[in-house]
């Protein structure tokens, strides 16, 4: 079958649909990598890469930018804009490149709404891909952008009730967005939300039951398959660690790695403790900041799933990839959550009890080093990140993964219509909308 990829151009985002459609391609299958123009250079996929304009490189470095420095309301209806430009860009463009290309399947990212209005206007098979925490709301769950605890109370429900109502306020420009272009595919159906554009059919997530919150409504087409990565290479440390000393390692991910005053406190508290400090910034600190930083070792990146297996502590923001890859080594956890799920994921990790969390915006180097103390100091952190980090291997991965793409795809496939509202005619026989300007819709026969 010919796989579409969909997502948003940020890195964490491409490098794992880069790494699920090199596995697709292994097993036989043809893929094409849809991406916002300008994306296509941050990475290579080794795979086949479909730029669709609508935006350019310079546009996208400002759209990266601004997602890297978030700040209060504005700061995310800002980035709410910023995501309905890059939605709009693939709504009006990429219908073109997917009847061209000949598609038959759209994989898209939960957090791209255009992945599931192209699917239903193409009358294409889709299946969700939750590279963040799943955003499928469930009644006991806050959404993933909050810190909330997990709370299933008459009490907790209704708090998470007034948290969907102001994101649905927050999120007016996206959901304006979804509609236009739901009337302007012809859609019949209502789709008029993030929610509604995700795939019926099943939606593979990065994360395991075992660190979510447990789930009611949205478990049975939720399939929880862990870290989607390929086989790990044989990498090892770049530096000798002193095992006399405890060991901790600090990274804030590809979009906060420029926020020196939060490595600064990690340094100066590891100082003050006498343990060894490693911080991957992953080229967000200028050299002259990195000489500042006083930490034991400074680089750009890491080999990060090497130096986990050695650390005693990781400080993360809380990016699912790097809490995933601390809790498979039982590593406890001491969060720092910034944006986007980071809140949502340090909810788990303190509901798991295995690790600590910091509001970024008020650390010290007192507050630190009293986190850093605690977990080096209790041992059941590590037993109990241990017994996480044990439900990462069983949930089965990128294998796993994509044995739930080849069988949901192939059996909606048989019912002659695919993660569609009802049952449609066959993709021969049908007549396909084109939408030709922003008022009129001309019928034309799909080849």
């Known amino acids: 079958m010919h796989f579409a990829l969909i997502c948003p151009p940020f890195k964490s985002h491409l490098a794992v649909f880069a790494t699920l459609g090199r596995a697709l391609a292994s097993r036989g299958h043809r893929v094409t990598l849809l991406v916002n123009e300008g994306a296509e250079h941050e990475f290579d996929a080794g795979l086949p890469v479909q730029p669709v304009e609508g935006t350019d490189k310079r546009q996208l470095d400002s759209i990266i930018h601004r997602a890297s420095r978030p700040r209060g309301p504005l700061g995310i209806l800002r980035t709410v804009h910023d995501g309905a430009v890059l939605t709009n860009a693939f709504c009006q463009h990429a219908p073109k490149y997917l009847r061209a290309l000949g598609v038959d399947v759209i994989l898209g990212d939960q957090m791209e709404p255009a992945a599931g209005l192209l699917a239903r206007h193409l009358d294409l098979p889709l299946l969700s891909i939750a590279c963040a925490l799943p955003v499928e709301q469930d009644e006991g769950i806050p959404l993933p952008f909050l810190s909330w605890p997990y709370d299933p109370s008459v009490e907790g429900r209704q708090r998470n009730k007034g948290g969907e109502r102001v994101a649905r306020l927050l999120l007016t420009e996206q959901r304006r967005m979804i509609r236009r272009w739901a009337r302007r595919m012809g859609l019949q159906n209502p789709i008029e939300d993030l929610q509604a554009c995700m795939s019926e059919t099943a939606t593979i997530a990065q994360t395991t039951s075992a660190f979510d919150f447990p789930r009611l409504r949205s478990k049975d087409r939720l399939h929880p398959v862990g870290p989607l990565r390929s086989e790990d290479k044989a990498e090892e440390l770049p530096f000798t660690v002193d095992p006399g000393k405890p060991f901790i390692f600090m990274s804030l991910g590809t979009l906060q790695g420029h926020r020196h005053r939060l490595f600064r406190a990690a340094a100066i508290a590891c100082q003050q403790l006498d343990v060894q400090l490693l911080v991957a910034h992953c080229g967000g600190l200028s050299k002259q900041q990195e000489h500042s930083l006083g930490a034991t070792w400074v680089t750009s990146f890491a080999p990060q799933r090497a130096v986990l297996k050695r650390a005693d502590v990781c400080i993360t923001h809380g990016g699912l990839n790097t ?26 990790v ?25 977990l080096l100091a209790d041992k059941g952190y590590v037993d109990r990140a241990g017994e996480v980090g044990r439900s990462i291997a069983a949930a089965g991965g990128l294998q796993k993964a994509l044995d739930i793409i080849e069988a949901k795809v192939g059996h909606t496939a048989s019912l002659g219509g695919v993660d569609a509202h009802e049952q449609r005619p066959s993709r021969t026989d049908r007549v396909q909308l084109v939408v030709t300007d922003a008022r009129t819709l001309k019928p034309a026969r799909r080849s």
């Not at 809490?323 to 910034?338: C, K, S």
């Not at 010290?364 to 080093?369: D, E, H, Y």
């Open 323 to 348: 809490v995933m890859d601390a809790l498979e080594f039982a590593t406890p956890l001491l969060v720092l959550p910034i944006a986007f799920d980071q809140p949502g994921v340090s909810a788990r």
């Open 350 to 374: 303190l509901y798991h009890d295995i690790g600590l969390r910091l509001s970024p915006d008020y650390v010290t180097v007192a507050k630190m080093k009293k986190a850093i103390r605690t």
